[in-house]
């Protein structure tokens, strides 16, 4: 059907979908299925609510499903079991993720874009397999906060839809979110008394983090500001509930301070408990990462230095450090050919550090050269990881005694709120970005890492002198879930394999495809599936 002939709402999510890149043949049950909270506010609200709607749709082929604020698939009921076996075989399992980019128009991920009730008809689902059903979904809100806590769904084949399921449902909808007011009312009493058996001791800095409830005493306040926060949140975002952990912080103030921390049972807030930190402060940095660069006997030494890392990892900056006062130079291997035939006369002239930038892509009669020039002169090189090296560049690396290998802005999520601060206070900027835009920033994937990040926040400064920085105020395409899902061991190589082939391949899907092996609908589904869209 042309989307013409939809209904405005169902187009524009049509169009949302096929903007993303998806085709109505996609299969939703190749998604990468989470781990998921099976005892979340949420659903522990909806459990009860959810047990007697399935008593009422008994002998029925009508489902209940239900997602979270950030559209997983936390829990399903069916009215007889032929029907759950079909959503199975579909891919409509809790722990996948419902949003537009990956399963198209329907009633979980067009409510969740929406934030409003919608029914979704046959032939206006996107995805070609979902067209045999008819759905409802709606809303769930904290009455209170006003904030997003989920999706409720009921499902049933398209010649079984109802007039009468958008009453029923938004029954269902208002009990749930009547049983999280009464529940968020004992959770808040449950991390009070929590805060205040720990705060006994007015000395020991003690803080509770809840979805909207920070509790903390004066020692805490003293030691602690909200870029900390968003640093013990990260911190504590897989934490299980009960069990007590310990880690070492270090602070915006450039202090460091062994904290335990401990979910607290039956809510929603983390207990944290620090030693107050002995040692004083220290000047904050441009760059606050804690990596040691005593590049002193280098220079002196004048000993040849590979600097590798991601692109936007700061490889250039550290080229910079190591050179310190004496004379750089800067050779990029795309334009070596303008370069190579005069490297020697350059060696003979130049004093000070010579870094020859992507090595990778030096051509090999470029690399002879500057193999030849390096008893004559004092190199650094930047580029991927040695493992990703090969040919001429992999054998000007092996004679780099000294070596910088610099991680992806995704594995230092937790020095993220320092990174920002210290990149505003370059730009000049005295804007203040809230815990929760930071916890936001945290969950994004970071491809361009520290040069994407630099660029964000260049782009919200020029837009605002001043003020508080919320979620709202990033540019859309920053403004996803909070939900931070870390990647298992054999996940995070594969992110790790794809990435690289995508920046070897220049961002070409289809090239990249063939380099790895794999279709390139597979490619695109893992893309999405591992955050790399």
Same mark, same amino acid.
């Given at each position: 059907m042309?989307?013409?002939?939809?209904?405005?709402?169902?187009?524009?999510?049509?169009?949302?979908?096929?903007?993303?890149?998806?085709?109505?043949d996609a299969?939703?049950?190749?998604?990468?299925?989470?781990d998921?909270?099976?005892?979340?506010?949420?659903?522990?609200?909806?459990?009860?609510?959810?047990?007697?709607?399935?008593?009422?749709?008994?002998?029925?082929?009508?489902?209940?499903?239900?997602?979270?604020?950030?559209?997983?698939?936390?829990?399903?009921?069916f009215?007889?079991?032929?029907?759950?076996?079909?959503?199975?075989?579909?891919?409509?399992?809790?722990?996948r993720?419902?949003?537009?980019?990956?399963?198209?128009?329907?009633?979980?991920?067009?409510?969740?874009?929406?934030?409003?009730g919608?029914?979704?008809?046959?032939?206006e689902?996107?995805?070609?397999?979902?067209?045999?059903f008819?759905?409802?979904g709606?809303?769930?809100?904290?009455?209170?906060?006003?904030r997003?806590?989920?999706v409720l769904?009921i499902?049933c084949?398209?010649?079984?839809?109802?007039?009468?399921l958008?009453?029923f449902?938004?029954?269902?909808?208002a009990?749930?979110?009547?049983?999280?007011l009464?529940?968020?009312?004992a959770?808040?009493?449950?991390?009070?008394?929590?805060?205040?058996?720990a705060?006994?001791?007015?000395?020991?800095?003690?803080?509770?983090l809840?979805?909207?409830?920070?509790l903390?005493?004066?020692?805490?306040?003293?030691?602690?500001?909200?870029?900390d926060?968003a640093?013990?949140?990260?911190?504590?975002?897989d934490?299980?509930?009960?069990?007590?952990?310990?880690r070492s912080?270090?602070?915006?103030?450039?202090?460091?301070?062994?904290?335990?921390?401990?979910?607290?049972?039956?809510?929603?807030?983390?207990?944290?408990?620090?030693?107050?930190?002995?040692?004083?402060?220290?000047?904050?940095?441009a760059?606050p990462?804690p990596?040691?660069?005593?590049?002193t006997?280098?220079?002196?030494?004048r000993?040849?230095?590979?600097?590798?890392?991601?692109?936007?990892?700061?490889?250039?900056?550290?080229?910079r450090?190591?050179?310190?006062?004496?004379?750089?130079?800067?050779?990029?291997?795309?334009?070596?050919?303008?370069?190579a035939?005069t490297?020697?006369?350059l060696?003979?002239?130049?004093?000070?550090l010579?870094v020859?930038?992507n090595? =990778?892509? !030096?051509?090999?009669?470029a690399?002879?050269?500057?193999? @030849? +020039?390096?008893?004559? #002169?004092?190199?650094?090189? $930047?580029?991927?990881?040695?493992?990703?090296?090969?040919?001429?560049?992999?054998d000007l690396?092996?004679?780099?005694?000294?070596?910088?290998?610099?991680?992806?802005?995704?594995?230092?999520?937790?020095?993220?709120?320092?990174?920002?601060?210290?990149?505003?206070?370059?730009?000049?900027?005295?804007?203040?970005?809230?815990?929760?835009?930071l916890?936001?920033?945290?969950?994004?994937?970071w491809?361009?890492?520290?040069?994407?990040?630099?660029?964000?926040l260049?782009?919200?400064?020029t837009?605002?002198?001043?003020?508080?920085v919320l979620?709202?105020?990033l540019?859309?395409?920053?403004?996803?879930s909070?939900?931070?899902?870390h990647?298992?061991?054999?996940?995070?190589?594969?992110?790790?394999?794809?990435? =690289?082939? !995508?920046?070897?391949?220049g961002?070409?899907?289809?090239? @990249? +495809?063939?380099?790895? #092996?794999?279709?390139r609908? $597979?490619l695109?589904r893992?893309?999405?599936?591992l955050?790399?869209?």
């Amino acid at each position: 059907m042309e989307n013409a002939a939809l209904r405005p709402e169902i187009a524009k999510s049509w169009r949302r979908a096929e903007l993303s890149g998806l085709r109505p043949d996609a299969a939703v049950d190749r998604l990468t299925v989470a781990d998921i909270d099976r005892r979340s506010r949420l659903v522990l609200a909806a459990e009860p609510v959810l047990d007697q709607a399935t008593r009422e749709l008994a002998d029925t082929a009508f489902s209940l499903i239900l997602a979270d604020r950030d559209a997983w698939i936390v829990d399903r009921r069916f009215g007889e079991h032929q029907l759950e076996s079909t959503l199975d075989r579909l891919g409509v399992v809790p722990g996948r993720r419902f949003t537009e980019e990956n399963t198209g128009t329907n009633s979980i991920a067009t409510v969740f874009e929406l934030r409003q009730g919608l029914a979704v008809h046959g032939h206006e689902h996107f995805i070609d397999s979902f067209k045999a059903f008819a759905c409802y979904g709606h809303p769930i809100t904290h009455p209170v906060t006003r904030r997003l806590e989920g999706v409720l769904d009921i499902t049933c084949p398209a010649d079984h839809a109802s007039p009468l399921l958008g009453p029923f449902l938004r029954r269902a909808v208002a009990d749930i979110e009547q049983r999280l007011l009464e529940g968020s009312r004992a959770a808040e009493q449950r991390m009070l008394a929590a805060y205040q058996a720990a705060a006994l001791n007015r000395l020991r800095p003690v803080l509770v983090l809840g979805d909207d409830v920070v509790l903390a005493n004066a020692a805490a306040t003293d030691l602690l500001d909200a870029a900390d926060h968003a640093v013990l949140r990260g911190l504590a975002m897989d934490a299980p509930f009960g069990v007590r952990q310990a880690r070492s912080v270090r602070l915006s103030s450039g202090r460091v301070a062994d904290v335990s921390f401990e979910r607290i049972t039956g809510a929603s807030g983390v207990l944290f408990e620090l030693e107050p930190p002995t040692v004083q402060a220290i000047p904050r940095r441009a760059n606050p990462r804690p990596v040691q660069r005593d590049f002193t006997t280098y220079r002196e030494q004048r000993t040849h230095v590979l600097i590798s890392g991601e692109p936007g990892t700061g490889r250039s900056t550290v080229a910079r450090e190591l050179a310190g006062e004496s004379a750089l130079a800067v050779l990029d291997a795309v334009d070596a050919q303008h370069w190579a035939p005069t490297l020697d006369q350059l060696v003979a002239s130049h004093t000070g550090l010579l870094v020859i930038e992507n090595i =990778a892509l !030096l051509p090999a009669d470029a690399a002879a050269r500057v193999g @030849a +020039a390096m008893d004559r #002169g004092w190199f650094a090189f $930047t580029g991927p990881p040695p493992s990703e090296l090969t040919g001429p560049a992999a054998d000007l690396a092996s004679r780099c005694i000294a070596r910088r290998e610099l991680a992806p802005l995704r594995s230092r999520r937790d020095e993220l709120p320092a990174l920002v601060a210290a990149m505003l206070a370059d730009l000049g900027s005295t804007l203040r970005f809230v815990p929760r835009t930071l916890e936001v920033l945290a969950a994004q994937p970071w491809p361009g890492n520290l040069r994407e990040l630099k660029a964000l926040l260049r782009h919200v400064a020029t837009g605002r002198a001043c003020g508080d920085v919320l979620p709202r105020d990033l540019p859309e395409a920053y403004q996803g879930s909070p939900r931070a899902r870390h990647l298992t061991p054999i996940e995070q190589l594969e992110h790790d394999a794809i990435a =690289a082939a !995508l920046r070897d391949c220049g961002g070409n899907k289809a090239h @990249a +495809a063939k380099q790895l #092996g794999i279709s390139r609908s $597979t490619l695109h589904r893992r893309v999405r599936s591992l955050g790399l869209s």
